[in-house]
């Protein structure tokens, strides 16, 4: 079955952190950009970090630069973000897509999400 799974997601105070998975299946990740988004209740789907599959390349919302990054495994076909400094802001379901060699172009592969709470 071709698809992208994520799993981190839970419950954590301001400041801990957090790690986030996008595993890929019946497909090589790594010939997709794979981008991370967001989408807070009430609130419309925020693209938060994409990997670009050409290059490396990596790209941040203006929200999380400094606190997010983007490693991937190429070897595990999985792609993470890892949330540090975390703030109840952050607080949304995170989805993992697989687009079409670029960052932020239509994507291929959605996943159904894990949840971010942030929260003391």
């Known amino acids: 079955q071709l698809q992208v799974v994520e799993s981190g997601g839970g419950l954590v105070q301001p400041g801990e952190s957090l790690r986030l998975s996008c595993a890929a299946s019946?497909?090589?990740?790594?010939?997709?950009?794979t981008g991370w988004f967001r989408q807070a209740p009430g609130k419309e789907y925020e693209g938060v970090s994409c990997?670009?599959?050409?290059?490396?390349?990596?790209y941040y919302a203006d929200s999380v630069k400094g606190r997010l990054t983007i490693p991937s495994d190429n070897a595990n076909n999985t792609v993470y973000l890892q949330m540090n400094s975390l703030k109840p802001e952050d607080t949304a379901v995170y989805y993992c897509?697989?687009?079409?060699?670029?960052?932020?172009?239509?994507?291929?592969?959605w996943g159904q999400g894990t949840q971010v709470t942030v929260s003391s």
């Open positions: 990997i670009s599959s050409s290059d490396g390349t990596t």
């Open positions: 019946g497909f090589t990740l790594d010939v997709y950009a």
């Open positions: 897509a697989a687009m079409g060699g670029i960052c932020w172009a239509e994507y291929d592969y």
